[in-house]
């Protein structure tokens, strides 16, 4: 059975003992159903990780016992990648979410845009973000990460893309004559800008080129919202980021 990854907001160290949170208490208790003596590794976002065993297995208060620091202060990637993407429903962003930060993405910025059927407000709008916030921290778990990729509040179309610092600014546009391979390696970050689930509008697609986007095409198909910021974040990882370690 592979060892348990779980991510605490506690503050952790070499050795001790920890009484988890509710959540993966339940989880670790009631889901796997894990026994006393059981071997875990602990991270909480600041870098490093730790192996720690089991003490006690309570249904809402697991507690554990710090072993050792098994890795120490988690390198940043080489390739920032700041991936900005129109909301679409349900699943479908969902599995955005979990598959980008499986690749490696550093920031996630959902905006609201002209043809985003999504509507998200007030207390509706807090629980999708702790429903996303739940998504990249199991990915993080699942996929070996020992910093949480950063989770923006959703906002307009225009104000994310006029904030953007990126050195390299990416629209993925399968009109476009380019391709990521036309692209020169990048500088300092990368921002992917993706549309929702009926694209962007050509008003849209003007104001990203204006704003210093790049139109690139992800080979001759049209992609799905959910896929192709994924096709995108590999070719750059092969290319500039570090798919090669």
């Not at 921290?137 to 904030?163: D, T």
């Not at 992800?218 to 919202?225: E, K, N, S």
Request: aromatic content about 4%; some cysteine; hydrophobic content about 40%.
């Amino acid at each position: 059975m592979r060892i348990p990854r779980i991510f605490t907001n506690q503050d952790l160290a070499d050795t001790g003992s920890i009484t988890l949170e509710k959540e993966p208490s339940h989880h670790l208790s009631q889901v796997l159903r894990l026994k006393p003596g059981v071997d875990l590794v602990l991270f909480n976002g600041n870098g490093n990780e730790y192996a720690a065993r089991l003490l006690t297995c309570q249904k809402n208060a697991v507690e554990a016992e710090l072993t050792r620091c098994l890795r120490h202060e988690e390198p940043p990637p080489p390739l920032h990648i700041h991936l900005t993407i129109g909301i679409s429903r349900g699943e479908r962003m969902d599995f955005s979410l979990q598959k980008s930060v499986e690749l490696g993405v550093a920031e996630i910025q959902p905006i609201f845009s002209e043809r985003c059927v999504v509507k998200l407000d007030g207390k509706r709008l807090m629980r999708r973000m702790y429903h996303w916030q739940k998504i990249i921290v199991g990915a993080c778990e699942q996929s070996g990460r020992c910093r949480i990729p950063i989770l923006h509040k959703p906002a307009g179309y225009s104000s994310a893309i006029e904030n953007s610092s990126a050195s390299l600014r990416i629209l993925l546009d399968h009109r476009s004559d380019l391709t990521l391979t036309d692209i020169p390696a990048p500088k300092g970050d990368v921002q992917i800008l993706v549309g929702p689930e009926g694209g962007l509008s050509g008003a849209e697609r003007e104001i990203a080129k204006e704003m210093g986007f790049t139109g690139i095409r992800l080979g001759p198909r049209v992609l799905r919202t959910e896929t192709a910021p994924l096709a995108a974040i590999s070719v750059m990882q092969i290319l500039w980021g570090d798919f090669a370690d």
